[in-house]
């Protein structure tokens, strides 16, 4: 039952999706502009900078928060805090409240990664960073990011089953980014280049 509440927590605290709302207040809808994705990408590109910034800070500390609510309310199960965060990245990409049209699940899933374990988003989030800057594709670094940490828990400490759960989210995370790969193929992609013309044009 910990589980069910946890999980069904995470994803409603998910829903909120602040890119989305704060479009609506601007007089627009978020996933009919720019990338038409909601989250914090798109916005930084539809509302500059610095909304990007606050949607992304938003993002991750939503998960953050599930996770370690759901750890500190059950201290002596080691998964409920996974299912809490994977409950809240599907939450954010799936959003009952936007006919489960939501974002793509990186911030997310970084701020589950960041209260799950800390030492793992030091390390993914720099290599996320560096591959970003390479290839100019955040899309690119998420779905590493999406791959790479159940990996890591599993080289890690040996453990099959937390793997097993965030994978979930990954495995959302590569189909709802199917699109992002075909339009890199076909150069069509909006790079981080972009933003940093936006923000100094």
Do not use: Q
């Amino acid at each position: 039952m910990s589980y069910i509440i946890c999980g069904i927590a995470g994803y409603l605290l998910g829903c909120v999706n602040a890119a989305y709302l704060v479009g609506k207040s601007k007089g627009f809808d978020i996933r009919k502009k720019g990338s038409n994705n909601p989250g914090a990408s798109n916005a930084a590109i539809t509302m500059g900078f610095k909304v990007g910034v606050l949607v992304a800070l938003w993002d991750i500390l939503k998960a953050a928060i599930v996770v370690f609510v759901a750890k500190m309310l059950f201290p002596d199960d080691i998964l409920i805090g996974t299912v809490a965060g994977v409950g809240c990245v599907l939450g954010h990409m799936f959003p009952v409240f936007m006919g489960f049209k939501g974002g793509k699940g990186f911030a997310s899933f970084m701020g589950m990664m960041l209260t799950s374990n800390w030492k793992a988003f030091l390390i993914i989030g720099i290599v996320a960073v560096i591959i970003t800057i390479i290839t100019d594709y955040i899309a690119i670094a998420t779905l590493t990011t999406a791959i790479v940490y159940p990996l890591y828990i599993i080289y890690s400490t040996g453990d099959y089953l937390i793997p097993l759960v965030i994978a979930v989210a990954s495995l959302a995370m590569v189909f709802k980014h199917l699109i992002n790969i075909k339009r890199i193929l076909e150069g069509n992609e909006i790079g981080l280049s972009s933003l940093w013309k936006k923000k100094t044009s």
